[in-house]
């Protein structure tokens, strides 16, 4: 409960919370790393709530105040306790129902739908940077404070997540793998143009020397996390998505080196047996199928 984020649920009170939900919660956002940049004593804002959600034991309190300081959450408690300050921001909500940030784990914020297609060969990274810009406060307002954006041209969502981190944009928090790694030809690669512009994906990598070298290389230009294409996909133009692309020994050398550099790993995988390789690799299991597996690290998420 401890963030700053919160959604506002719609059950019950769709149309009075229209007008407040999204506002709100950007409004809110900005005010607080405004107050927590600019003063040594943070300034409070209370929010009176109809209800509020514990999500850790679905409890659902009536007449709750939040009490923010600064960026943080400092108390929830029922309204009767609390009694705004000279200097409070305070903000009623009796008809709402409130729960902390939503989380997701994959989303491609700089992507349009076109930029999947031959379309998306003339839309330029500063352009993807612009529809990031767009998607992420659209993602704010939907109640999501924080989300994992698995694969970006030209570290376009790195850029977008430090523009959300200076106060530039409006957006949630961002972990960032910057370009998804992936073998030549396969689902991360560019397979559009023909042979003669010798082009292919920033992130293609293939062998075990490669994937260290390029898990070192994005890291180095600011990747949070890595995401690598584990298999082909349905949205790539060449590849198959019941067939696996990168090796195990690719695979561990990719999770080994990432851990090595303090960050994880999520895998696009798709159909049943290439995703129980990754499971395999993820566990540590010894499995009759793959062999012995060293505990190299942890994949975060099988993206399907």
């Not at 923010?68 to 309204?79: A, F, K, L, M, Y």
Request: with cysteine; hydrophobic share 40%; charged share 25%.
């Amino acid at each position: 409960m401890k963030d700053l984020g919160i959604s506002i649920s719609r059950a019950r009170t769709q149309r009075k919370i229209s007008r407040w939900g999204a506002a709100t919660l950007a409004t809110l956002f900005g005010m607080a790393i405004t107050a927590s940049a600019q003063a040594p004593t943070p300034k409070r804002t209370v929010i009176r709530a109809g209800r509020v959600l514990n999500v850790r034991t679905g409890e659902l309190r009536s007449n709750q105040t939040i009490v923010i300081e600064g960026d943080r959450i400092s108390q929830i408690v029922p309204s009767s306790e609390v009694k705004a300050a000279a200097g409070d921001t305070t903000i009623d909500l009796p008809d709402a129902t409130l729960l902390p940030g939503l989380i997701d784990m994959h989303t491609h914020l700089t992507f349009e739908l076109s930029s999947l297609s031959y379309e998306g060969l003339k839309i330029s990274t500063a352009r993807e940077a612009l529809h990031g810009a767009r998607n992420a406060r659209r993602t704010l307002e939907a109640g999501f404070t924080t989300v994992r954006n698995l694969g970006a041209k030209d570290y376009a969502d790195i850029a977008l997540r430090d523009a959300i981190n200076d106060g530039d944009v409006i957006g949630p928090r961002i972990v960032a793998s910057g370009p998804a790694l992936g073998i030549t030809g396969g689902h991360c690669d560019e397979n559009l143009l023909p042979p003669a512009f010798h082009f292919q994906g920033e992130g293609v990598a293939d062998g075990i020397e490669g994937v260290q070298h390029k898990v070192r290389e994005v890291i180095k230009y600011g990747a949070d996390v890595i995401k690598i294409c584990a298999t082909g996909g349905v949205l790539s133009k060449g590849d198959d998505p019941n067939a696996s692309q990168y090796t195990l020994e690719e695979m561990k050398a990719i999770v080994a080196d990432a851990h090595r550099l303090g960050r994880k790993v999520a895998a696009h995988a798709e159909e049943k047996r290439n995703v129980s390789r990754a499971d395999a690799l993820s566990r540590g299991i010894h499995g009759k199928k793959y062999g012995p597996q060293r505990r190299a690290g942890i994949l975060e998420a099988k993206d399907a």
